[in-house]
């Protein structure tokens, strides 16, 4: 029996209309769009201003535009896993308001948390569903709604975040493409460098929380910086030469948009040309677990069949990690 494997064959996205530059930042905290450019190379990022409307607004829209582009049956899929740390709700999961809205009610469903390293954790996941043999068509989601938990009093954190989504296909496939090979790595030493301060069972909300504004990003940037230099670029390496493959067998480079210096010492860690690395950061900003997939919705029509695609993440926790994609059709699709 050939070996089974889970293949991306499709993707959607979708981003807010509504856009904030650096211009807008600087009327709100004591920064400037050059200080923001140099530093994160960030120029705007799209902002879903409707306070009503949740993760799900976006995540629904891309699964839609998903299912367009494909021509799947919705009721064909047999499972729904989104990646999110902005759930529209502490319960019920996200995935399933999604899968309802979207006509996938025949699916499994469950929210996902591995923070801005969420698509690279949730692609091995998914994939490994459909490797088991016992489902051949997962959707799985990734976005976040980052400006509900950005405080924009804190020229540190607000000039970084945007919202956005995006959503892949998954298939079944004995052929000799999809999701080869994944790393995943956590060290919890960097709870007290990148977290949310409070609304979880371990600092229940309180007027003192919502005053002290501890309900959103905490981030101490050195730290953080520091390691996801290091620790981003050293996974992708790590997979790289465990699959045997130079810097001319990599087609693209796939990077978690939190950074361009990160993207920056990623690339030349791994020899690549900054011509082969997906760059989006200064339209879209930080979308946290939705950065990847932004970036394949965007890159889709020039990717061919075939193509070998290291995508790489750092996140909270700390969670990093990078999967080896061999790319599996070509070109976008209609």
């Known amino acids: 029996m050939n070996k089974l494997n889970a293949v991306i064959t ?21 920064t400037t769009d050059e200080w923001i450019t140099t530093r994160v190379g960030i120029k705007e990022r799209r902002i879903l201003k409707d306070k009503s409307a949740g993760m799900s607004f976006m995540a629904i829209r891309a699964v839609n535009q ?17 990646a999110t740390s902005t759930g529209d709700y502490p319960f019920p999961p996200t995935s399933s308001i999604i899968a309802y809205h979207t006509g996938c009610r025949k699916a499994f469903s469950f929210d996902l948390q591995g923070a801005c390293a969420g698509f690279v954790y949730g692609l091995e996941t998914a994939s490994n569903f459909i490797r088991s043999g016992r489902y ?59 977290h949310m301060k409070a609304g979880g069972s371990a600092r229940m909300p309180s007027h003192e929380t919502v005053d002290n504004n501890e309900h959103c ?14 620790d981003m670029a050293d996974v992708a390496v790590e997979l790289v030469a465990r699959n045997g493959l130079t810097n001319n067998d990599i087609h693209w ?4 948009q939190a950074n361009m210096r990160i993207i920056d010492a990623a690339a030349r860690r791994l020899n690549v040309d900054l011509s082969k690395v997906m760059i989006n950061i200064q339209k879209y900003g930080n979308t946290s677990s939705g950065t990847i997939p932004l970036c394949l919705w965007e890159w889709e029509n020039q990717l061919k069949k075939g193509d070998n695609l290291i995508l790489a993440a750092f996140g909270a926790g700390f969670t990093w990690g990078a999967n080896y994609v061999k790319w599996g059709y070509d070109g976008a699709k209609a």
């Open 66 to 82: 998903l299912i367009e582009k494909t021509g799947i049956d919705p009721e064909s899929v047999e499972g729904l896993i989104c």
């Open 253 to 256: 480079i796939v990077p978690h």
């Open 10 to 30: 499709g993707i959607g996205g979708y981003v807010p209309e509504d856009i904030l530059t650096n211009e807008d930042i600087s009327k709100m905290v004591d």
């Open 217 to 230: 990003v905490y981030q101490e940037g050195k730290a953080v910086f520091k390691h996801a230099v290091a």
């Open 136 to 194: 051949r068509r997962i959707i799985f989601v990734a976005g976040d709604k980052m400006t509900a938990i950005t405080n924009y009093t804190d020229r540190s954190t607000c000039p970084l975040f945007g919202d956005g989504c995006g959503a892949v296909l998954l298939e079944a496939t004995t052929d000799p493409f999809g999701v080869i090979d994944t790393i995943l790595k956590t060290d919890g030493m960097g709870f007290p460098y990148l």
